[in-house]
């Protein structure tokens, strides 16, 4: 079959991906051209040159092409996704008095749907096969189901990390109709569906969300949490994590901006993962992008996209991002030592990694982020003759990093079933979605008036009530943002 056909491969059947430059991002990394990548189940069969494969195997061209592991991104809000673009130019704060004091209550249970359905299919078609649902605006039950149910309609692998804003985590947590719905969910979700619990420790001395990481444990489900976030969380909650026991490997921290070096020393003694959203940093003001920081400390990364108020959900932008950040942090250091940085430290592979088994670890999947037999078939071609960009392919991590885009990603296989084929997405219904997206914006402009929405678009100033606390539900305010920073806020590299 040839791309001209448009036929996309039918289900249940074995697929090769022929004659293509092979990133299987294995543990040497190797990199195969002209070479085969045989997929049978929901399985990597084989990978090599001139593979045999089965009768009946449908044939994928991927000549000129790089063929790698689906891409993971282990942070994002998908029920903002209706709010596309809203926020451009807000600052975290602005965002937090958006979200967390005024409108994430006027989100119904059929709005998170809307957002999570849009987002699914934005990730997929984006080559990201696993996302993590960050999911903070389940104020109710039938807001949660919601969000599931729109996950299981999409055919990616998703992690639900259960989470609302509008309580305290040691109450919702407690709340015994959560524990049903997680265990009930949970049970026969199948292997495209994982959970998480999702809460921010503020660093009040009390510590109530300790409550919280004892639910987790209860439940055995992994803790992600925003941390090291400017004007919100701090070194104080990665202590008071620490003291009590409950940073483990499986956590994973969001940002990890904002930090000292003993919280990335507790980090990286416990085994945890940080999630870097690049993009996000940059704009919102959590802190410096951290992995020129957590590279020091051999704490290992993840990507993310956090929110589509800002940003899409391509990983193609935060591999981009984060490899400048971290490179303009590195000269910007060394020239304020009268020194020149002659080699680049962080390189272009190191950020493919980062995308696909950084993401893999952070969730505790070994069998996600690799082509080699054996593996789960999560699978994209980045391939586009129509462009003129894709060729020449001289070096392959450094054309995915800084060449390639969401529209040269030609075929995406999740669990061995083909999602995208020819550039276009396999079964998604993008005029019932545009209605149901419609049908949620018109409710919360409506709900918000139009003098408001034109406002939250473009906000003046900042409510004061945020600036020290954004979680609505404690009245703890931490006033470690008040003390001035060095010029350029963290410790020096040597
Ligand atoms: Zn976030």
Redesign the pocket.
Known sequence: MSDRDNEVPAAGRPVVLRGGTVLTMDDAHTVLTDADVLVVGDRIAAVGTALEVPDGTQEIDARGGIVMPGMIDT?R?MWQTAMRGYGADWTLTQYFVWYYLEHGKTFRPEDVHAGNLLSAWDALEAGVTTTVD?SHGLQTIDHAEAAVDALQAVPGRFVLAYGNIQAGPWEWTADPAVRAFLERRRRGSGDLLGFQLAFDVTGDPAFPEKAAFEAARDLGLPVTT?AGVWGATNDDGIRLMHEHGFMTPETVY??ASTLSSDSYQRIAATGGSASV?TE?EQSAGQGYPSTWQLRRFDIPVSLSM??SVWWSSDLFSAMRTTLGADRSREHLEAHAAGDTVTHVHLRAEQVVDWATRGGARALGRDDLGRLEPGAKADVVLIKNDASPVSFPLLNPYGHVAFQAQRGDVHTVIVDGRVVKYAHRLVGADLPALRRTIDATVEHLRSTMGEEAWAQGMNPDRPHDEVLDNPYQYTDYKSESTHDARPAVPAEPLL
């Open positions: 942070h809000h960050w925003h969001v940002h959203s996000s956090d929110t």
